[in-house]
């Protein structure tokens, strides 16, 4: 378990032009980052147990941040 939180600019460092690009002209994408960093923050709270939850809960944020990620670089390799 990581308490490092996963942001964008980390984990696209070369990347980081084209995100703010393609937010500023593609809603869904720009939703998609929002839900990512909202998401982000709630795994990041709960490795951190700011916000305790459930393993089982904690998991699912962790699996639902990494589809949106996923989510994300498709959206930048087909941009």
């Known amino acids: 378990m990581s308490n490092t939180p ?3 600019h980390d984990e696209f460092p070369d990347q980081a032009q084209a995100i703010h690009a393609l937010k500023a002209k593609d ?10 960093h909202y998401v982000n923050r709630a795994v990041h709270r709960a490795e ?6 459930s393993a089982e809960a904690e998991s699912a944020l962790r699996h639902k941040r990494m ?3 996923d989510d994300i670089w498709k959206a930048l390799q087909a941009a």
């Open 6 to 8: 996963h942001e964008l």
């Open 27 to 36: 809603a869904h994408f720009a939703r998609l980052l929002e839900e990512y």
């Open 48 to 53: 951190t147990r700011v916000e305790p939850v």
């Open 67 to 69: 589809r949106l990620k």
